[in-house]
């Protein structure tokens, strides 16, 4: 059984307790770090959303967030623990530029009081620009970005904005803006020096699996990808992956440099619950006790 499949018997198994008599529908949302889709197709992500810690079991952690909706967690996901009875608030993973800020533009400043925001089809773009590129919502920073002109790395470029990993949660582009980056750049030679300067793009990285200097780089002359590793510090000599078919990049970078705390809900505590609270324990009811869900 599936981990989702999982999550919603035992939703179901344990609803009746935490709505009331009178409500026959409840709804729920549910953070795995799986993508999920919504009625056209695109990935959605979960908004913020604030309420109590209702019940609990040895995998997931179920938030009551109004009177018959729920936020139910994969409890090793959360970013500290918490105790039946608390109220929290908690914000799930959201795809960020280079900078931090927010891909879909929730968190650009306003313009004459106008901000404009992709409510579906978000993307990270690396801060980069040539004749005929698309930068949708990030075209009021075209200016600030960098020219792009060895075609070989505009291909690499596309490629990692455009290939997913994680079942389609994130792209190659979130590995790197997910690892804390810093001073991005890219090498960028003329078409004709490619063989013997290759073309990539190199960043600093800090990450619970590495820190250092991450180079991603496109050998001409054998046509596959390779990877660079220099850590931080001390005389460590560097790593170098080659033969890197394009369509195992995205592997490649989660093997090296991704721990995954990307995936984790950042919890706040804003009330504790009392001490002489209760600890609720889920009780499994037969199907014909359980609401019709939506």
Known sequence: MSKRAEAEQWLR???RQHIG????RFTWATWLAEVRHNALGGVTYLLPCEGKVVDANDSFTL???GANSFCLVLSELLSQPVAIGDKVSLKFYKLRRFDGTAADGSEDPSTDGVRTISLTG????????????YLGI???YAA?????QNRYLRDLIVQCEKMRVDGG?????????????ADLDFIDPPDA???STPPGIQLRVTTGKFAGTVEIYYDVADDYYGLKLLPAGGDAQPVVLTDICFDELGEVLLDTIDDRSWAKVDVTVLKAASKRAKTTRSVVLSATEVPDAS
């Open 13 to 15: 198994s344990i609803v």
């Open 21 to 24: 008599a009178n409500i026959r």
């Open 63 to 65: 938030v009551k967030t």
């Open 122 to 133: 978000a993307e990270t773009l690396f801060p980069v620009k040539w004749e005929d590129r």
């Open 138 to 140: 990030n075209e009021k």
């Open 144 to 148: 600030a970005y960098r020219t792009i």
């Open 169 to 181: 949660l994130r792209r190659v582009v979130n590995i790197l803006t997910d690892a804390n980056p």
């Open 193 to 195: 020096e490619s063989g």
